[in-house]
């Protein structure tokens, strides 16, 4: 089955700094790559998505690369500021595994005032 | 329809006792999952419906967990015998069956085995 690491497992950056996180998967089938955000007790919410056929995706201060020969996509975060302290997941999945996301372990960003 | 419902949202329990957790998805939404979380870890797959029909099941899914969606709107997921490694937090997620897309996710149920 698919397998996804993520680095770094925590994060620290000044408030205005860029945050970058990175993950790689195993399975080449998989074609859809979300990130999802988890502040504390609360639900993972998606806030930037990425599918195979596209290699950079924007949308405001986030950001989303893949590279498919590599297996690795990345997240960007511009501009940081508080509000962006939280979990981020990457996650991946394909069709024909019946869309199950398969997340990685996760990057703590702390972003200091 | 407010999104992904769940309950109770906390349960603590004596291990050795049955638990039993509800998951409300979005209405129109055909496909339910249900995922694992504990602490400082990403959601880990269960089990997940399409419909009525149970697809697939992970293999942490031991005999003592039985998940059900009988009419194919709501999901329960029961585990039987509590152990304290079931403590964690039980996350359901809904989404439409075509292209991979967003899984919806409700606030969760945490489970506390004492």
């Known amino acids: 089955g698919e397998n996804v690491e993520q680095h770094p497992s925590t994060l620290s950056v000044q408030e205005g700094d860029s945050a970058v996180i990175k993950c790689t998967y195993s399975d080449s089938a998989s074609n859809y790559f979300p990130w999802y955000k988890q502040e504390l007790g609360k639900r993972p919410q998606l806030i930037i998505d990425i599918r195979s056929n596209v290699g950079e995706k924007k949308d405001q201060r986030i950001a989303v690369t893949l590279n498919k020969t590599a297996k690795h996509f990345s997240l960007h975060i511009t501009e940081t500021q508080p509000e962006d302290s939280a979990v981020y997941f990457c996650a991946a999945s394909r069709r024909a595994a019946g869309n199950k996301l398969t997340f990685g372990g996760g990057t703590r960003v702390l972003v200091k005032p | 329809d407010t999104g992904v419902s769940q309950n109770p949202r906390h349960k603590i329990t004596k291990r050795g006792q049955n638990v039993t957790f509800r998951c409300d998805p979005i209405?129109?939404?055909?496909?339910l999952y249900w995922y694992r979380q504990t602490l400082g870890q990403g959601p880990e797959f269960l089990t997940y419906?399409?419909?009525?029909?149970?697809?697939?099941k992970s293999r942490l899914l031991s005999d003592r967990f039985s998940a059900e969606r009988p009419k194919g709107s709501f999901s329960t997921l029961e585990i039987q015998r509590t152990e304290q490694g079931d403590s964690a937090m039980y996350l359901c997620?809904?989404?439409?069956?075509?292209?991979?897309?967003?899984?919806?996710f409700g606030e969760g149920s945490r489970l506390t085995v004492l």
């Open positions: 997620a809904s989404t439409l069956t075509g292209e991979a897309g967003e899984l919806f």
């Open positions: 419906f399409q419909n009525e029909a149970q697809l697939e």
């Open positions: 209405s129109e939404h055909n496909r």
